[in-house]
T-cell receptor, first 115, second 115 residues
Framework: GAVVSQHPSRVICKSGTSVKIECRSL??????MFWYRQFPKQSLMLMAT?????????EQGVEKDKFLINHASLTLSTLTVTSAHPEDSSFYIC???????????FGPGTRLLVL | QQPVQSPQAVILREGEDAVINCSSS?????VHWYRQKHGEAPVFLMI?????EQKGHDKISASFNEKKQQSSLYLTASQLSYSGTYFC????????????????FGKGTHLIIQP
């Protein structure tokens, strides 16, 4: 089946640093990728929709200058958490849309801990 | 607006059936269903777009009512592997009636299957 990878799987960083998370679709082309955030014991929250070759669409309340999204190719989208703070600690999940199969495939997630 | 999921939790024995409901006060563009196991990224199950639609296979299927405000996920003859938290995600119809607003997730339904 289709696979989406995320890197890194876990990251610990100091407050004020920037962290880049990569999301790759390994065996299909994804014109659309989604970025989610999930706090412990809470529901998923869609942060933004990333379309290849164009600017990402951010959900209300998500700061586009803080969460930079780049979808430079049909298989790669990156999320950069700039000047991370402890409240940004969360589980970040990406998914990629395979339009041919009308299916969304999730990456394994990235656990971010900001100290 | 966040969709309302019910029940919050359900405990079943293997082989029993379960129904999980997801409802909105507004007409929806789509309903997405996901299953998430503890500590893992969610897995996309299916998307429903049309009023009156029923989708899936024998064991896991879902319906979307004619008014497009309510969806149910049906788990038949449950297996141990079905345990997890089930989320519905909904897209509301834009006020203009054309496309969809962003995806919002319900709080989840915890499903525990016992041998």
């Amino acid at each position: 089946g289709a696979v989406v990878s995320q890197h890194p799987s876990r990251v610990i960083c100091k407050s004020g640093t920037s962290v880049k998370i990569e999301c790759r679709s390994l065996d299909f082309q994804a014109t659309t990728m989604f970025w989610y955030r999930q706090f412990p014991k809470q529901s998923l929250m869609l942060m933004a929709t990333s379309n290849e070759g164009s600017k990402a669409t951010y959900e209300q309340g998500v700061e586009k200058d803080k969460f930079l999204i780049n979808h430079a190719s049909l298989t790669l989208s990156t999320l950069t958490v700039t000047s991370a703070h402890p409240e940004d600690s969360s589980f970040y999940i990406c998914s990629a849309l395979d339009r041919n199969r009308e299916t969304q495939y999730f990456g394994p997630g990235t656990r971010l801990l900001v100290l | 607006q966040q969709p309302v999921q019910s029940p919050q939790a359900v405990i079943l024995r293997e082989g029993e059936d379960a129904v999980i409901n997801c409802s909105s006060s507004k007409a929806l563009y789509s309903v997405h269903w996901y299953r998430q196991k503890h500590g893992e990224a969610p897995v996309f199950l299916m998307i429903l777009l049309k009023g009156g639609e029923q989708k899936g296979h024998d064991k896991i299927s879902a319906s979307f009512n004619e008014k497009k405000q309510q969806s149910s996920l049906y788990l038949t003859a449950s297996q141990l592997s079905y345990s997890g938290t089930y989320f519905c995600g909904t897209e509301e119809l834009e006020d203009s009636g054309g496309g969809a607003d962003g995806l919002t997730f319900g709080k989840g339904t915890h499903l525990i299957i016992q041998p």
